[in-house]
Nanobody
């Protein structure tokens, strides 16, 4: 059984930084690609970033966050992080951590999801 627990969201001003964490509860963390998605009110869930199975694995980003967000993982700690710098109002939403078997921007391709953590960016 796999559970994902996110933390680190909050209310910040534009230009600030936040670091989201996602702890993987289960035995097979190193077998999963880990992704971050977000969902703004009234909008569909959208891809933010994903990282392949190794600690220094390939990373992928949505164009809207490239250069500002960084995804990383530590397989020994069963944790994936999303460092978010220079936050903008349009980054506001609920951020979800997800585990899947391949790098993909489609939410349907991920097997497990966390409960989400709210990020609100004010101008």
């Amino acid at each position: 059984q796999v559970q994902l627990v996110e933390s680190g969201g909050g209310l910040v001003q534009a230009g600030d930084s936040l670091r989201l964490s996602c702890v993987f509860e289960g035995r097979t963390f190193s077998q999963y690609y880990m992704g971050w998605f977000r969902q703004a009110p009234g909008k569909e869930r959208e891809f933010v970033s994903t990282i392949s199975v190794s600690n220094n694995g390939n990373t992928y980003y949505a164009d809207s966050v490239k250069g500002r967000f960084t995804i990383s993982r530590d397989n020994a700690k069963k944790t994936v992080w999303l460092q978010m710098n220079n936050l903008k109002r349009e980054d506001t939403g609920i951020y979800y951590c997800a585990a899947g078997r391949k790098p993909d921007s489609r939410p349907s391709q991920y097997n497990y999801w966390g409960q989400g953590t709210q990020v609100t960016v004010s101008s």
